[in-house]
């Protein structure tokens, strides 16, 4: 199984401020990696999948970088909204999630 | 859209039932696959299985007590878990995602709580 692993565990940010979000996987899973934002009591939205590509209706501030067994996701200019946990997957062998990075404002 | 449905409460050793329908898309659309998600309290979330063009595909963990299966006639598909524990206890999503190579999940139910307990 490939272990996927994100840090920090929780990020403190100010509104406007910059966000970098790590992820990385035990073996490469080359640009199969999705990125997710999950807000209490609600289902995860899809932000990035392919490593970079932003999904349908994401604000332009998510990018998503990376390959192989590296990837990060950097939020621009940190929104209210954008708190919450975001969970990396891979999906290169089977599917499995991160445990979570959790963004506090 | 879709929608989770099943019991809330499960005993310890039995077998977990939840359904999901599906409006909007076509179930046997070759261009996605339905997949079960589970977040345990306060945990990550976890892939439980996905079916494709009528074939399941489970986690190692857990195939051994799954089955999953897709119904045509109402749109919708059905995850079965069997023996189940207190470690099962968790919200249960079921969630849209693309063909074998494109398994990430842009369409997800609002979730539904299944608690283990006698």
């Known amino acids: 199984e490939i272990v996927m692993t994100q840090s920090p565990a929780t990020l403190s940010v100010s509104p406007g401020e910059r966000a970098t979000l790590s992820c990385r996987a035990s073996q490469g899973v080359s640009s199969n990696l999705a990125w997710y934002h999950q807000k209490p009591g609600q289902a995860p939205r899809l932000l990035i999948y392919g490593a970079s590509t932003r999904a349908t209706g994401v604000p332009a501030r998510f990018t998503g970088s990376g390959s192989g067994t590296e990837f990060t996701l950097t939020i621009s200019s940190l929104q209210s909204e954008d708190f919450g946990l975001y969970y990396c997957?891979?999906?290169?062998?089977?599917?499995?999630f991160g445990q979570g990075t959790k963004v506090e404002i | 859209q879709l929608q989770e449905s099943g019991p809330g409460l499960v005993k310890p050793s039995e077998t977990l039932s939840l359904t999901c329908s599906v409006s909007?898309?076509?179930?046997?659309?070759?261009?996605?696959?339905w997949g079960w998600v589970r977040q345990a309290p306060g945990k990550g979330l976890e892939w439980i299985g996905s079916?494709?063009?009528?074939?399941?595909y489970a986690t190692p963990s857990l195939r051994s007590r799954i089955a999953m299966s897709v119904d045509t006639s109402n749109n919708q598909f059905s995850l079965k878990l069997k023996s189940v524990t207190a470690a099962d206890t968790a919200v249960y999503y079921c969630a849209r995602s693309g063909g074998l190579a494109d398994w990430y999940f842009d369409l997800w139910g609002r979730g539904a709580l299944v608690s283990v307990s006698s």
């Open positions: 997957q891979q999906y290169n062998n089977w599917q499995t």
């Open positions: 909007g898309d076509s179930i046997t659309s070759s261009r996605y696959s």
């Open positions: 079916v494709y063009s009528g074939r399941p």
